[in-house]
């Protein structure tokens, strides 16, 4: 475990109550009195609602459908475990023995639950305006580029990363049809891993559509590794 002092340096913010640092911190495995659990559903809303604010105003052509599908690239596990590594979050979160001799510390589920409660720890007691300017710079910094087509190419390479990793395969797309007239077509796709047939799903582009059925492999496939 190392000084957290160094951690908040990184973050930008020196917590006055210490306490409320070490409950964002500390994972129901340490049994402690307290967990991170409550401030990490606090921090989830506040965190919702930055990035929401944020694309809305720094996307103004943008409608509410591209709006809500880079929101939720962004506003999920994933997304929130590329902040908490950046920050270098699991070297100081509280763990049992057992859950760090599990990998605990670089674990998706625990990296993006303790960076929600640390961000609704610093809600609780420096208001909305710190946490924005803070978690704006951390997604400016992780995603330098910003965009509907940068977000949704996420996906694809993130699926390949997690089935390389786990299976030493790469993913296949294949078309398996084409809906509606020529100048309104749709293209249903199907992602293939190790043979079996993971996800489809239907996008205004090939290229959409596989991003899609990435995005929905990629939620079944980390339920499935955790």
Known sequence: MNDLQALQERLGYTFQNQKLLIEALTHKSFKQPYNNERLEFLGDAVLDLIVGEYLYTKFRG???GKLSKMRASL???EGFT?????LGLGEYIYLSNAEENNSGRTKSSLLSN??????????LET??????EITISLLEH????????SLFKDYKTSLQ???QAHYGTTPEYQLIAEHGPDHKKEFEVAVIIDGKRYAS????????AQQEAAQIALDLLSKELK
């Open 201 to 208: 799903a239907c996008g205004k582009s090939k290229k959409h």
């Open 161 to 163: 990363e997690l089935t």
């Open 114 to 123: 303790a960076f929600e409660a640390l961000m609704g720890a610093m809600y």
């Open 75 to 77: 506003v999920n596990e």
């Open 127 to 132: 208001g909305l305006g710190k946490v924005e």
């Open 142 to 149: 992780v995603h330098p580029d910003i965009s509907l087509d």
């Open 82 to 86: 590329a902040l908490a590594i950046h």
């Open 62 to 64: 943008y409608d509410e």
